[in-house]
């Protein structure tokens, strides 16, 4: 009987285990989970749940007993602390080692650090934590203007703190937005109360707050830094696979071992529509990519290439994007841009890369379809929709 074995129990990991059983595996599935909580999704965590606006059942990505159901042997609390492509075996902290027949890397990603005491949050542990300072923090610091940063600004508001956004840049997202549509959320949150610090950076985190680089000190009872996340990529590193700026695969999710495949957030997969290697950060690339590897690793012809997709909500907005931006001419409007209900398209060289949807709900499919058919584009006709 086959032995497939997954490292990470996330998103990616627990829907390559579904995949498996659903297209007819019958082998072995092991699931190596270093968290203590069963595979759970991350984006309520800096949302509604991190609100208290949702229950914690809700984020599990299935109920308890769907694992003993399903014959997968998920083992929580088990970090895998190397892997040995030539002798199809992963061997875990304890000593123990675990053969494998098949292997996907599906580890993710852990936050970039400061020194000092900051709070970040990628877990469910960190979403519990931080919601509970929220409750009795009056004064809050978010270092970095980022997707996570922003949302934990808008939950410390709803919790009716002061905040304070410290971003180097010079507006809200701007490294993967752009100034146009960065200002639209860097104004949505001076909107709501808070007082977003551009063009500074935290230079130090105290117990006591944060000191700026212009040397002023902001006084915090809480400091939460979102300032990236970084590849979980050192097992495949010293496994001796190909590594950018995550685990190389191909578009059918194998990485450069025969048997060994990646997906998810650690993966960095050769895109088709874009000629190159992607790293996506993002929910759906997990939901869509752990399957996308499960089907590779059964011997079906996958092409993983979905388009990068991302959501956010923060106070009354709520957005998708589709795309990937890496350079642009111009931003096309259409729609109301202060009643935050429209749509925004970056185009190059009169294309379309990028489509952000805003509080328009039946936007999404047609800004891919532009994507996908690298049509040139009329900015007036796409602004008149
Ligand atoms: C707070 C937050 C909010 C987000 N909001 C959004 C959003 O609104 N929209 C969106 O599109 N995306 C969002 N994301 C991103 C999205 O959650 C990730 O893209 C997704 O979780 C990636 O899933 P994954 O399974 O690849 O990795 P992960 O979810 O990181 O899971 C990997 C798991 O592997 C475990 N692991 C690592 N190394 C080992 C090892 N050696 N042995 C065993 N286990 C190991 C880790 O502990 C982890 O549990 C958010 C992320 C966070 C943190």
Known sequence: M?????????????????????????????????????????????????????EREAVFVHAPEWYADNAVDLRLGMRVTRIEPE??????????????????IATGATPRRLPGPAAYLRTLADSEAIRERLARAERVV???????????AAAARAAGCEVTVVEPEPTALHRVLGPEVGGVFARLHARNGVDLRFGISAAEVTATGVRLSSGERLTADLV???????????????????????????????????????AGDVAESFHPLYGRHLRVEHWANALHGGPAAARSMLGQEVVHDLLPYFYTDQYDLGMEFSGHIDGYDEVVWRGDVDG?????????????????????????????????SGAVV????????
Do not use: C
């Open 2 to 54: 086959a032995t497939y074995v997954i490292v990470g129990g996330g998103l990616a990991g627990a829907k390559a285990a579904q995949t498996l059983r659903e297209e007819g595996f019958d082998g072995e599935i092991v699931l190596f989970a270093a968290e203590s909580e069963r595979p759970y999704e991350r984006p309520p965590l800096s949302k509604d749940y991190l609100q208290g606006r949702s």
């Open 87 to 104: 002798h199809h075996v992963v061997r875990l902290g304890n000593g123990s080692r675990q053969p494998y027949d098949k292997l996907l």
């Open 142 to 152: 978010v270092i970095g203007a980022s997707w996570i940063g922003l949302e934990t």
């Open 224 to 262: 939460v830094a979102g300032i990236g996340a970084t590849p979980e990529v050192e097992l495949a590193r010293e496994a001796g696979l190909e590594v950018g700026q995550g685990v190389r695969t191909d578009a059918a999710l194998r990485t450069s071992h025969p048997h060994v495949y990646a």
């Open 340 to 372: 935050l209900e429209f749509v925004a398209y970056w185009l190059r060289d009169g294309r379309v890369v990028a489509g952000m949807n805003v509080n328009v709900w039946d936007a999404a499919d047609g800004i891919q379809e532009l994507i996908r």
């Open 378 to 385: 009329d900015p007036k006709e796409l602004s008149s929709g």
